[in-house]
């Protein structure tokens, strides 16, 4: 654990900052947030079929995730703001995330950092996944005040 957020602190600081929204202010780089729940599946959408919330705009690969999402909006919404849940959990930090990259717990979406590090690939993920628990409730306090900076 204590390499893994060494790393992410290195990996952190040396790579600019960009939220997982684009310059036209599109979330997740227009992936389908009810597909991550209801096919269990990164998939695209559209810009055709886009609901805009708070500024942001989140496009839908169907009329019916549209809907789906219009009715609670906050159902589909990602944890940790759409950042990586590894580094928010371990190094109180806000990353950018690779959108296929994703593990729904308990009916939460969390994304997570997937590419390169020191020639090597670095996939948030794996170290989530082996210790979950813990993460998500280091991941929950963190992004209290990390959300609002």
Excluded at 21 to 27: G, L, P, R
Excluded at 71 to 85: D, S, V
Excluded at 109 to 116: E, Q, R, V
Aim: charged share 20%.
């Amino acid at each position: 654990m204590r390499n893994l957020i060494l790393a992410l602190t290195v990996l952190i600081s040396t790579t600019s900052f960009a939220q997982s929204i684009n310059t036209k202010s599109v979330a997740l780089e227009g992936y389908d947030l009810v597909g991550y729940f209801t096919k269990n599946q990164a998939i695209q959408g559209s810009d055709k079929l886009s609901v805009e919330v708070d500024g942001i705009h989140y496009y839908f690969s169907s009329v019916e995730n549209q809907k789906l999402f219009k009715e609670n909006p906050t159902k589909y919404m990602p944890e940790c703001g759409g950042f990586c849940a590894t580094a928010v959990a371990t190094s109180n930090a806000k990353f950018p995330v690779d959108p296929e990259t994703f593990k729904i717990t308990e009916g939460k979406l969390y994304l997570f950092y997937n590419g390169p590090y020191k020639g090597a690939n670095f996939n948030g993920k794996d170290p989530w996944v082996k210790d979950e628990k813990a993460l998500i409730k280091k991941a929950n306090d963190n992004w209290k005040t990390l959300k609002n900076s």
